[in-house]
Every structure is written in C-alpha cells, then in structure tokens.
C-alpha cells in the first residue's frame, strides 16, 4: 500500500509560482509511474504531469496546456513528487492530487490517490 499526502496549495495572483508537494509514504505497490491531476467541480479530472517511477526526467509526460509551464519531479531519498508551477492562470485553479499508477502508452493511470490541495489563481 501506499499513502498520498499533497501540500503546497493557495491562493495565488495569474503570473505567480507555486511549488506542491506529494509526501508519499509505504513503498509496497505496485505501478511504474506517480502523477500530478487536476479537478475543477462539474469537470472530469485531468492528467496535467507524470513521471517514471525511478524519477527519471527522461520519462515524464506533460498535458499540452501545462507545457512549457510546469514541471514535475520526484526525490526518491525523500519519498516526495512535486510540481512546479510558473506562470499561474486563472484557469489552474483546481484541486490538484498525486497519483502513483502504472504507465498505459505515454499516460500515467492512477491506482493510489491522495486528498488533493487546492489551488485558486487570481487575475
């Protein structure tokens, strides 16, 4: 089993940075891949970021409206995933939740689920 605990969130301006955190704890489960999602209320939850188990940066999948704008990563020694976000909009307010999963083609699909953090962005 694994348990998922998300922190990082608030209130931010559009233009701003936020870095969230994935404090990951048990290692006993099974999937290759850990992953950053996004929900806004009456909307599907949406994939915005993965990587590889192992914390690769060679293996990371972004969704295109985040390209170029956030950037996951994980330290294995820490047991923690994050996300970095620059360049805020409006339109990433959402909550945010951590996943670990397994890879299906270039999309990580998660098994394991945290609590979410939310994040709400100004104009």
């Known amino acids: 089993q694994v348990q998922l605990m998300e922190s990082g969130g608030g209130s931010v301006q559009a233009g701003g940075s936020l870095t969230l955190s994935c404090a990951q704890s048990?290692?006993?489960?099974?999937?290759?891949?850990m992953a950053w999602f996004r929900q806004v209320p009456g909307k599907e939850r949406e994939g915005v970021a993965a990587?590889?188990?192992?914390?690769?940066?060679?293996?990371?999948d972004y969704a295109e409206s985040v390209k170029g704008r956030f950037t996951i990563s994980k330290d294995n020694s820490k047991n923690e995933l994050y996300l970095e976000i620059t360049t805020l909009k409006p339109e990433d307010t959402a909550m945010y939740y951590c996943?670990?999963?397994?890879?299906?083609?270039?999309?990580?699909?998660?098994?394991?689920w945290g609590q979410g953090t939310q994040v709400t962005v100004s104009s």
């Open positions: 996943a670990a999963g397994w890879w299906f083609g270039s999309k990580c699909r998660g098994n394991y």
């Open positions: 048990g290692d006993d489960w099974r999937g290759n891949c």
């Open positions: 990587i590889d188990r192992d914390g690769s940066p060679e293996k990371t």
